[in-house]
């Protein structure tokens, strides 16, 4: 007999910890919608297979989108796709600077849930603004997406020579996600500055000055690189 496990108990968040990390390892690199439900499909009948039905290792219940038509389409849909529950689930350290080394689980399947981790990015955010006012100031608005792609960066900022490559259009927020990310993980920006007279020797001489932070001087450094920096390929 298949009997529910409470999501309460210490094996079912290893479980979903499991999960989470095989989105970040592999899911995250998937460009293309089918691959990614078919990675998630895998999960899904990989874990059936192992640990018996999924009512006995996943709640489908109380799922929720952005929008109203979003949700009501889902709700049509019988069962749930793997990929949609594998969506809500979200480990990080969102904790700040003082507990660098917190990796724990946030509810993220409810509006309600979003909006309690959205309030708490608010908090950082305000802290950002008040330790780098003029320029560097940001107002940004914590949607679901905004929430999951902070949490994939405070992951990756917590693992040794952790780096990513965040594709998007111009003003999706990659750099100032980064620097919000960056500021909650405890560790310092570098970054270029282009100029006319800028070339191989100043590139040199930045890149040398971040390696020499970090590893000499023993700094949590964050190197960041756009694209319209690079204009000599």
Known sequence: KDTPVSNDTGLMRLFR???????RVYAD?????SDMEWFCDLCRTTSVGNFGKEKTFMDWTGIEE????ENKSKKKQDPFTASQYLSTLMFANLTGNDDAGEYNE?????????????GLLTTYMDDYNTMNSGGKAMDLVFCKDAVSHIARLTRILLQPRGNALLVGVGGSGRQSLTRLATF?????????????SYGMVEWRDDVKAALMAAGLGRGHIVFLLTDTQVFNE
Do not use: V
Not at 17 to 23: D, P, R
Not at 184 to 196: K, L, N, V, Y
């Open 17 to 23: 910890a499991w999960l989470h990390e095989h989105m």
């Open 29 to 33: 690199r998937l460009t293309d919608h």
């Open 66 to 69: 952005d929008t109203e038509e």
């Open 106 to 118: 946030y509810p993220f399947k409810t509006k309600e849930e979003t909006r309690s981790i959205g």
């Open 184 to 196: 909650m993980a405890g560790a310092e920006i570098r970054q270029i500055e282009i100029s006319r």
